[in-house]
């Protein structure tokens, strides 16, 4: 008796910039504050472009794409306002001149 043939379901090709959106948001979640927030940011803007490439059903990756975009969004913020605040910080530091006592 013949054993029947398995039926072979092509998946669909997972969205690049969706992977990488999703990626990114994790890297910026544990660690974007020591490169400014670069990763957040590339998180926010490769998840919209995922979000794009998904959006017809050609491609997976949506959820990924959604993951990118909410880590991205939600540390951005934070990660700018430190870079800002370090950044003036030391400006402001440099630029104002240290009180010395005289004898």
């Known amino acids: 008796m013949p054993y029947?043939?398995?039926?072979l379901v092509a998946a669909l090709p997972t969205s690049g910039s969706a992977t990488v959106a999703m990626v990114l948001g994790i890297v910026g979640v544990l660690?974007?504050?020591c490169v400014f927030g670069l990763p957040c940011?590339?998180?926010?803007i490769l998840g919209h472009i995922g979000l794009h490439e998904?959006?017809?059903g050609m491609k997976s990756g949506r959820g990924m794409a959604v993951a990118g975009l909410v880590l991205g969004y939600v540390f951005v913020a934070p990660a700018v306002a430190?870079?800002?605040m370090?950044?003036?910080?030391?400006?402001?530091?440099?630029a104002?001149?240290?009180p010395t006592s005289t004898p």
């Open 96 to 98: 104002t001149p240290t």
């Open 4 to 7: 029947p043939t398995p039926l």
């Open 31 to 33: 660690g974007g504050w």
């Open 41 to 44: 940011l590339l998180a926010v």
């Open 54 to 56: 998904t959006r017809d």
């Open 82 to 84: 430190l870079t800002v």
């Open 86 to 94: 370090v950044f003036f910080g030391g400006v402001i530091g440099a």
